[in-house]
Nanobody, 124 residues
Framework: QVQLVESGGGLVQAGGSLRVSCTAS????????VGWFRQAPGKEREFVSV????????DYTDSVKGRFTISRDNAKNTVYLQMNSLEPEDTPVYYC?????????????????WGQGTQVTVSS
């Protein structure tokens, strides 16, 4: 069982930057795809980004391409999501997830482990 803890959320003005982190309780995170999802009130959870175990491959949803960067530090069991040029639409709760494979990495149901989420609020 891998426990994931997100941190780094908060309040930022539109156009600003924020970095959220996902830290795992087990070193097995280094062998797993890790994804970021987000969910706004009243909406379905949506895929944001994913990184492969070696960090050789990353994927992003179209709305964040060029603004968000996912990275990982396997020595620290941590995956980061750097968010720049934030917009009010980037506001929801951000969740990290782990355990998908290369075929299921873009789908919410492909992940085995989930964190509790961290709130990001972008003010206009």
């Amino acid at each position: 069982q891998v426990q994931l803890v997100e941190s780094g959320g908060g309040l930022v003005q539109a156009g600003g930057s924020l970095r959220v982190s996902c830290t795992a309780s087990e070193r097995t995170l280094q062998y797993l795809f890790v994804g970021w999802f987000r969910q706004a009130p009243g909406k379905e959870r949506e895929f944001v980004s994913v990184i492969s175990p070696s960090a050789a491959r990353t994927d992003y949803t179209d709305s964040v391409k060029g603004r968000f960067t996912i990275s990982r530090d396997n020595a620290k069991n941590t995956v980061y999501l750097q968010m720049n040029s934030l917009e009010p639409e980037d506001t929801p709760v951000y969740y990290c997830a782990a355990g998908a494979d290369s075929y299921s990495r873009l789908r919410e149901d492909g992940y085995l482990y989930w964190g509790q989420g961290t709130q990001v609020t972008v003010s206009s």
